[in-house]
């Protein structure tokens, strides 16, 4: 049950939306897909769903391309949200877990203890249009999460929600990814990818620019922030052999260093100068990674 | 399959649930039980008089100069069950004159008879454009002089009559295919208005089928759908269930159309009823009208689908329509010119013209005795367009649910299906 995607390319035209992608989403696993606006994150997910088909490539589920013949077993959360307005919330759950080859008594069943877990069982025979936004968007996730499916696929699952709403809808995410669930999702969220996901993709242009798990592509990266706090000015640091950038913060500075051992020098020559009160070696945050990879290609 | 039926019954019961739907046919079958019973609503509200002013309309003030025709016209008038009344009046033309303009009573006859005993008179209302009593007295008095006369000549009533003899007059047609002229003047009431039903409704649920994929498209639902069911079933399944909602409806409005007419006081058989032919409803013309219907309405549905899946919001719809609409009146225009002249050339080529066929090939087959191949073939040219609508609109479909942004011409179509394509 892997979802493998093999040298895929989709054109619009003379318009190039996803270039020579490859990946493979391991069961039960949960994948992020990073990308910028425009990066090609819904054809490729449309791609998956079959909605769109590959201009080259392939692309299996299972061993199988993904048609309405298995679509049962998928759920998707697209980018635009979207329900009937004037339908109550019960009878679309039911509706459209019904079209994913559930039985309307399963459905109902279903949709009330989603509901519950959503802490919105008071919206069940309330019509769509008079929800908030942010619970229209719970109704959705419920609606792509109802029928059980082994491939969920969410397009910016987080995006709209309170703090609160974000806590409750990762802890379903993560329920559904123990009971056995392939996940694959995207999100602007850096801090969502990182927390959430075993393994990602940073998608830019349509092209792959970085994949793997969090560890790899932390370390494939090659650069380590050292952070230190000093009384005294940091700037003259910059000078050390191995150090790639530096950004000065209201109590110090941090340095990108591309080896350990830079970290030690650093360490060194400050003290030379001074008390250090604060010194760490910080692994990358995946926005830094992400702002490094993507907004280079965009410069 | 299954999926199928959801979408059916989705579709089907959601609009029939809606509060327009259920407005909208409840004012049909008021309407239809307000027209069953119009005349006799109508002869009620006259006996009351609301319309009159006042002044009694079946009441005529006479002067008669001769002195002796007062009462043959009487007597004249019962003998043809009008309801008029003639009262002798001892006040001048002048006075009377002026009581009409002052609306206090409503007309007045002036009579008089020279020495050939032709009868001269004068009949004084409001306006001229008064049209009943006017001719009930004239043809009383035509009668009246008549008799004047024939006594004159010292001619006997037998006489009288066999000079008054009708002759008989006899249409017969040399072309097969045309009906004789009586059961073409029952017929085309018929025709007429059931071609203007299937106008009506194919024109009415296209619209609804438009309106329903541009509503999904626009509230973004789509896209969950078509990642669960396939859209060319979808798109089918969206078709069937208003379909079978508008064979339902209307269905409903002839049973209401039947039942108002069998308990209203109006007589099927006379007056205006006579005239549409429905004493004598032929089977074949309205299993013709079904079968009609229904091709229409897949047709121009399948065609309005596949429109209303290139629009991105509701608002743009009409616009895309247009073109279709266009052709549903086109349709309805060779159709109704038809029913005066079911033989002209342009309607015979227009009804194997498929979007044409519904209401042109019907009007045909209502009026005329048709060999049975024709409605056939049309049937099957239809079909076929529709099979391949079906098909093309599918492709169109598939690429337009997913397309988004400013489209309002028929441009997009080739933008969908290189979309939509595999």
């Not at chain 1, 519950?116 to 419920?142: A, D, M, T, W």
Request: charged share 20%; hydrophobic share 45%.
């Amino acid at each position: 049950m892997t979802l493998q995607i093999d040298n895929v390319t989709k054109k619009f035209g003379n318009f190039t939306a996803v270039k020579d992608l490859s990946m493979t989403v391991k069961q039960g696993s949960m994948f992020g897909f990073l990308g910028a606006n425009g990066a090609g994150k819904t054809t490729t997910f449309r791609m998956i769903l079959g909605l769109l088909d590959a201009t080259e490539g392939s692309i299996t589920w299972n061993g199988k391309p993904i048609t309405y013949a298995n679509s049962t077993h998928i759920g998707y959360l697209p980018e635009e949200r979207g329900l009937y307005p004037k339908m109550k919330v019960e009878d679309q759950l039911i509706y459209l877990g019904q079209l994913r080859g559930m039985k309307k008594h399963d459905a109902k069943i279903a949709s009330n203890e989603w509901l519950e877990r959503f802490e919105v069982p008071h919206y069940s025979s309330k019509k769509v249009e008079e929800l908030s936004k942010g619970n229209q968007q719970k109704i959705q996730v419920i609606a792509s999460l109802i029928h059980k499916p082994s491939l969920i696929i969410l397009d910016e699952p987080f995006s709209g929600l309170d703090p609160v709403n974000v806590e409750i809808l990762k802890k379903a995410i993560l329920d559904v990814q123990t009971e056995g669930a392939t996940i694959v999702f995207s999100s602007h969220r850096m801090d969502h990818v990182e927390e959430l996901c075993e393994q990602l993709i940073i998608l830019d242009h349509g092209q792959s620019l970085l994949t793997g798990s969090l560890r790899e592509v932390k370390r494939s990266f090659g650069h380590q922030n050292v952070r230190m706090k000093a009384d005294f000015d940091l700037s003259f640091l910059q000078e050390t052999t191995g150090v790639t950038s530096y950004k000065q913060t209201i109590e110090g500075g941090v340095f990108q260093i591309g080896e350990e051992k830079v970290a030690h020098e650093l360490l060194r020559n400050a003290l030379t100068k001074g008390d250090i009160r604060y010194f760490a070696i910080e692994e990358p945050s995946l926005q830094d990674i992400f702002i490094e990879k993507v907004g280079k290609e965009h410069a | 399959m299954r999926d199928f039926w959801t979408i059916f019954n989705q579709s089907f019961w959601t609009k029939a649930k809606t509060k327009s739907f259920v407005i909208t046919t409840l004012i049909v079958v008021a309407g239809i039980f307000l027209m069953s019973n119009l005349s006799s609503i109508i002869s009620k509200v006259q006996d009351i008089g609301v319309f009159d002013g006042g002044a009694d309309s079946s009441t005529i003030y006479v002067v008669d100069h001769s002195g002796s025709l007062l009462e043959p016209l009487q007597q004249q008038l019962d003998a043809s069950e009008s309801d008029l009344t003639l009262k002798s009046s001892t006040h001048s033309i002048e006075e009377l004159k002026a009581q009409v303009s002052e609306e206090e009573i409503k007309s007045f006859l002036e009579l008089s008879v020279n020495e050939t005993q032709t009868i001269h008179a004068t009949y004084t209302s409001e306006n001229a454009s008064e049209f009943e009593n006017p001719m009930a007295i004239r043809d009383a008095l035509q009668n009246l002089q008549t008799n004047l006369k024939a006594t004159s000549l010292d001619l006997s009533s037998e006489k009288v009559a066999q000079l008054f003899a009708p002759i008989e007059f006899n249409q017969k047609a040399v072309s097969d295919s045309s009906k004789s002229e009586e059961e073409l003047s029952q017929a085309r009431g018929l025709v007429y208005v059931l071609i203007f039903v299937i106008y009506f409704a194919v024109f009415y649920y296209s619209n609804m089928i438009a309106m329903e994929v541009a509503t999904e498209k626009s509230s973004r639902v789509m896209e969950i759908i078509i990642s669960s069911v396939s859209p060319v079933k979808h798109m089918f399944a969206k078709i069937a269930g208003v379909g079978t909602l508008g064979l339902l409806q209307i269905a409903l409005f002839g049973v209401v159309g039947f039942v108002a007419l069998k308990t209203s006081s109006s007589d099927l058989t006379s007056g205006v009823f006579s005239f549409f032919g429905f004493s004598n409803v032929s089977i074949s013309t309205m299993v013709f009208a079904v079968i009609f219907f229904l091709l229409g309405y897949f047709l121009y549905a399948t065609l309005a689908a596949l429109l209303g899946s290139l629009v991105s919001r509701t608002e743009d719809v009409q616009q895309l329509l247009l073109p279709m609409t266009f052709l549903i009146i086109i349709a309805s225009f060779i159709a109704f010119s038809g029913l005066g002249n079911p033989e002209a050339g342009y309607v015979q080529i227009a009804s194997y013209i498929p979007f044409f066929t519904p209401l042109v090939m019907f009007l045909r087959v209502g009026m005329l005795e048709l060999p049975i191949w024709e409605p056939i073939l049309g049937v099957a040219i239809l079909l076929v367009t529709i099979f391949v609508l079906g098909w093309f609109g599918s492709r169109v479909y598939r690429g337009g649910v997913l397309m988004y942004g400013a489209s309002q011409s028929l441009k997009d179509i080739k933008k969908a299906i290189q979309l939509g394509k595999k």
